[in-house]
């Protein structure tokens, strides 16, 4: 079945350092790429998306590329702030189905 | 615009009880899908109403039940709880008009049992 893996954390990151986080999927067909993001309280919120490969979804500094020859959706930004701390899920829909597969998250935590 | 709302925002429960969920989705979605976030984990899809039916089911046991309104909101009720039912359920809607759009979570309900 479909399964996403993303890397473990916690990730520790100094404020301004360049994050990374890895998220590598398995799925049949052409599925949609996520990351959302979540704050502590709260629910889910979409930090961007990717609907085919070589699209590259982007939203407050963040950036991710859907990599269909490494069935990767990476997470980078330049440059972290004290804001950006919070728990990041990588996530996918399968093709002619609105139901996502998440992975188990990784945790940021960015120190000023 | 409201967007996804749950209640209640916390509950706790004893072993063999029953519990209802219930969620409004965002203005214009007719959509609703169910996940159960257990702590540290990654949210894991429990089913999916549509047009008041449901149209997709993930792993669960059949204590796991639920409805969607004609107004297009819906309840998840589970049945004989368990101590591993404890966890944080969300809400996502989204819309059949559109292809391709993102689910939008509700903040959850906070499920404890003891």
């Known amino acids: 079945g479909d399964s996403v893996t993303q890397m473990e954390g916690p990730v520790t990151l100094s404020e301004e350092a360049f994050l990374t986080i890895n998220c590598t999927y398995t799925a049949t067909g052409y599925p949609s790429l996520f990351w959302y993001v979540q704050y502590p309280g709260e629910g889910l919120q979409l930090l961007l998306k990717?609907?085919?490969?070589?699209d590259k979804g982007s939203n407050k500094g963040f950036e991710a590329t859907y990599r269909k020859e490494t069935t990767s959706f990476h997470l980078e930004k330049g440059s972290v702030q004290v804001s950006d701390s919070a728990v990041y899920f990588c996530a996918l829909e399968a093709s002619g189905y609105s139901t996502l597969t998440f992975g188990k998250g990784t945790m940021l935590l960015v120190s000023p | 615009d409201a967007g996804v709302t749950q209640s209640p925002t916390h509950l706790i429960k004893t072993r063999g009880q029953q519990v209802t969920l219930r969620c409004s989705p965002k203005?214009?979605?007719?959509?609703v899908s169910w996940y159960q976030q257990a702590l540290g984990q990654g949210p894991q899809f429990i089913f999916q109403?549509?047009?008041?039916?449901?149209?997709q089911r993930g792993n669960f046991p059949d204590r796991f039940s639920g409805h969607q309104f004609p107004n297009y909101s819906s309840e998840l009720n589970v049945n004989a709880l368990l101590l591993g039912d404890s966890a944080l359920y969300l809400c996502?809607?989204?819309?059949?008009?559109?292809?391709?759009?993102?689910?939008?979570f509700g903040d959850g309900t906070r499920l404890s049992i003891l």
């Open positions: 109403y549509y047009e008041e039916e449901e149209r």
């Open positions: 203005s214009g979605h007719d959509t």
């Open positions: 996502a809607s989204s819309s059949s008009d559109w292809g391709n759009q993102p689910q939008h």
């Open positions: 990717a609907t085919k490969a070589d």
